[in-house]
């Protein structure tokens, strides 16, 4: 059994190194969803920050949250619609680093209507405490595979950025800027790689 799983490990490497190999100068496509990621829920945690200054019902830092999924949704939705016709979008280094993302982002969506539920069962929006440290390390993740999948050595930097951010947010948790910290992190860590990522594939086109 210890060499089955072995072997399926050494499998599943050799294919990720493949990919990398095969896709290598190939642009990646999926930083203009990183830039609308990074400013969509950038400005609902300023939001969120600017609403929790005062006493307000928990489902107002709920309704932010959702009305930002929405929105973040249907720019998906166009993104998705001109990435039929973006050159490279089909590459197979593009595939993988999109399977990775959406994968992710079912993930996100599950934990976020999870902790809405909390929050409406028990009256307190003190669930969405941990939500800016958890995001943080789940983005971590996955600009560690994006990373490792695409050879782009500065997404390593992008990728420590996270994981310290998650462990600083988990520090200021119960302050007063908590969510301030998280809007100015989402820019730091999406919508600035996302934005680079787009010059790289304006300048590759």
């Known amino acids: 059994m210890d060499?089955?799983?072995h072997a399926l490990e050494k499998d599943?490497?050799?294919f990720l190194r493949a990919l990398a190999e095969a896709g290598r100068d190939v642009p990646l496509v999926c930083g203009a969803y990183f830039l609308a990621a990074g400013c969509v829920f950038g400005l609902a945690s300023f939001l969120a920050w600017a609403v929790s200054l005062y006493p307000v019902s928990p489902t107002a830092i709920t309704g932010i949250w959702l009305g930002a999924g929405l929105i973040y949704a249907l720019l998906v939705s166009l993104l998705n619609r001109r990435a039929e016709v973006v050159a490279g979008a089909t590459a197979t280094i593009n595939q993988a680093v999109a399977t990775v993302w959406m994968g992710l982002s079912w993930g996100i969506a599950a934990m976020f209507a999870s902790s809405a539920?909390?929050?409406w069962r028990f009256g307190s929006s003190l669930i969405w405490a941990a939500f800016p440290s958890t995001m943080l390390a789940v983005y971590a993740a996955g600009w560690a595979a994006t990373a490792f999948i695409s050879r782009k050595h500065w997404l390593k930097v992008v990728t420590v950025g996270a994981f310290c951010g998650s462990i600083?947010?988990?520090?200021?948790?119960g302050g007063?800027?908590?969510?301030l910290l998280y809007s100015m992190l989402l820019l730091l860590l999406l919508a600035v790689p996302g934005g680079v990522l787009v010059r790289q594939q304006a300048q590759r086109a």
């Open 12 to 14: 599943d490497i050799a």
């Open 176 to 179: 007063s800027y908590t969510f």
């Open 168 to 173: 600083l947010t988990a520090l200021t948790t």
């Open 117 to 119: 539920i909390l929050a």
């Open 3 to 5: 060499r089955s799983l």
